[in-house]
């Protein structure tokens, strides 16, 4: 399938954030060690805090599950617009980075969950503790060559 994608500004920095993900360790990732598979989670939370940090507004964190497989999927939303930098675990998708307005591919997960803000300090302290350490090792990624 096919996603709609938006020349959006967010576009190169979820780009980057994924490639300094692939760039890091697996053993360092914990949660994102099979990155994309399995990791859409935390993956969504932390990128939510990167665009955050670097001044792309608070985003909604927002996960559902598709029947009848029950695959669960969480990915970012703001006014609209949807970034998913690990959509293409499903064989479906193609694409490593989504930025789009097509709600077409993610409108087949319903979505049990409330949103809530996609930053690390909307979880408990063990959960934050762990996403602070993931976070760290990504950010390194990001500013050297690893």
Do not use: K
Request: net charge negative; aromatic share 10%; charged share 25%.
């Amino acid at each position: 399938m096919h996603t709609a994608r938006v020349d959006h500004p967010v576009s190169l920095a979820a780009s980057r954030f994924r490639d300094a993900i692939i760039r890091c360790p697996r053993n360092d990732l914990r949660s994102l060690r099979d990155f994309p598979r399995g990791s859409c989670g935390d993956a969504s939370v932390l990128l939510g805090e990167y665009l955050h940090q670097t001044g792309y507004g608070q985003w909604d964190y927002v996960a559902g599950e598709r029947e009848p497989d029950l695959h669960s999927h969480a990915w970012l939303e703001q006014d609209g617009l949807i970034v998913d930098i690990t959509a293409d675990q499903f064989s479906d998708i193609n694409e490593p980075v989504i930025v789009t307005g097509d709600r077409s591919w993610h409108q087949q997960f319903s979505y049990p969950e409330p949103r809530h803000p996609a930053l690390i300090d909307s979880y408990d302290p063990a959960t934050r503790t762990t996403l602070r350490e993931i976070y760290a090792r990504v950010m390194a990624a990001m500013t050297s060559d690893y």
